[in-house]
C-alpha cells in the first residue's frame, strides 16, 4: 500500500523494503506519479518513493509552484532522502530530470548526504536552452495536441475528454512553465555519478545528451534505448533492467563519500549505444 510523507506529501512510496536502496522517482511535466509507483512491483530490490508537486492529485487545493527554485526550496524544507546508511538513487524524467538535477544542487548546497546515482532521462543538458512548448495562449486541447505532436504519450481519448483534459492540462501547464522560465546558473559539477538515459528518436541530439558530463565530477555513462521521448513505456522491461543494475551497483555511503570533492581534470565519456 502506497504511503505517505510524515508532513507535506511531497512522497508517495511503495512498499518499505528495509535494507534496499531507495530510489526517488521525478515525474516528467505533467506525469502522474502512480504511473511511477507502479514500478514497486517490478523493481522488487528496491524501496520506491515518488515525488508528488503541490498543485494536483491530494494535493490540488495548494497553490501552484512560481518557479523551480521555490519548488526545490519547499521540497528539502519538508522531505528527507535516504535513510541511515542506506543508499538512494535519484531518477528524473524529461522535465523531472531537471527537477531531480536542482534538487541534487541544493542538497549539495545546504551540506546534505547526496544521491549515490543521478539518473536523467530524456532532457538536454541543464545549460544547453531548452525549446518546449509555450502554454501561454494555449487551450488545454491545442495545449494536449501540441505536447502529444511533440513528444508523444497522451492518449486521444484524454484529448477529447473536456474532463480529463482539464485534470491533464493543469499540472501540464505549469511544468511547462517552470521549465520556459528556468535560468540555468554555472555551480561546481556534482560529485555524484550521473547517467542519461533516451531514446534514439526522441528529438534530442546526442550532443545535448553528452553536455551532461559538464554537471559531474564523475565519468558520465549514456545509454540509448528504441524508441521515442517516452522509451521508458515501449520497451519498459529493459529500461527497468537497466535501472535496476544501476541501483545494484551502489554500496552503501561513508562519511567521506558524501563530501563534495573539489572539480578535478575532466573525465572521458562513457557511452554505449543500448541499454
Same mark, same amino acid.
Given at each position: 500500500m502506497a504511503t505517505k510523507s510524515r508532513l507535506r506529501p511531497w512522497l508517495l512510496s511503495g512498499p518499505p523494503r528495509p535494507g534496499a536502496a531507495q530510489l526517488y522517482c521525478f515525474p516528467h511535466a505533467g506525469g502522474n506519479?502512480?504511473?511511477? /509507483?507502479r514500478w514497486a512491483e517490478l523493481l522488487p530490490s528496491v524501496e520506491l518513493h515518488v515525488l508528488q508537486l503541490p498543485g494536483r492529485g491530494p494535493r490540488h487545493h495548494e497553490p501552484d509552484s512560481d518557479d523551480i527554485d521555490s519548488l526545490v526550496a519547499a521540497l528539502l524544507a519538508d522531505a528527507e532522502f535516504g535513510g541511515p546508511q542506506r543508499p538512494y538513487a535519484f531518477?528524473?524524467?524529461?522535465?523531472?530530470a531537471l527537477l531531480a538535477y536542482e534538487t541534487t544542487r541544493a542538497l549539495r548546497?545546504?551540506?546534505?548526504?547526496?544521491?549515490e546515482e543521478l539518473v536523467v532521462s530524456a532532457y538536454?543538458?541543464?545549460?544547453?536552452p531548452h525549446t518546449?512548448?509555450?502554454p501561454g495562449r494555449l487551450s488545454d486541447a491545442e495545449l494536449l495536441r501540441?505536447?502529444?505532436d511533440r513528444h508523444g504519450g497522451i492518449p486521444p481519448e484524454i484529448i477529447d475528454s473536456r474532463l480529463l483534459r482539464a485534470l491533464v492540462a493543469?499540472? /501540464?501547464?505549469?511544468?511547462?512553465?517552470l521549465i520556459t522560465g528556468y535560468r540555468h546558473r554555472p555551480a561546481v559539477p556534482l560529485p555524484v555519478p550521473t547517467t542519461v538515459l533516451a531514446g534514439t528518436a526522441d528529438r534530442l541530439t546526442v550532443q545535448a545528451l553528452a553536455a551532461w558530463q559538464d554537471h559531474t565530477l564523475e565519468p558520465?555513462?549514456?545509454r540509448m534505448f528504441p524508441g521515442g521521448h517516452f522509451y521508458l513505456r515501449e520497451h519498459e522491461a529493459r529500461f527497468l533492467t537497466c535501472l535496476q543494475d544501476l541501483l545494484t551497483r551502489q554500496t552503501p555511503p561513508t562519511a567521506e563519500a558524501a563530501k563534495p570533492r573539489p572539480p578535478g581534470p575532466s573525465r572521458t565519456r562513457q557511452f554505449s549505444s543500448s541499454a
Open positions: 506519479p502512480v504511473e511511477y /509507483l531518477f528524473g524524467h524529461s522535465f523531472g548546497d545546504a551540506g546534505r548526504r547526496l544521491p538536454p543538458a541543464p545549460h544547453i518546449t512548448t509555450d501540441a505536447v502529444a493543469r499540472p /501540464l501547464r505549469t511544468d511547462l512553465r558520465l555513462t549514456l
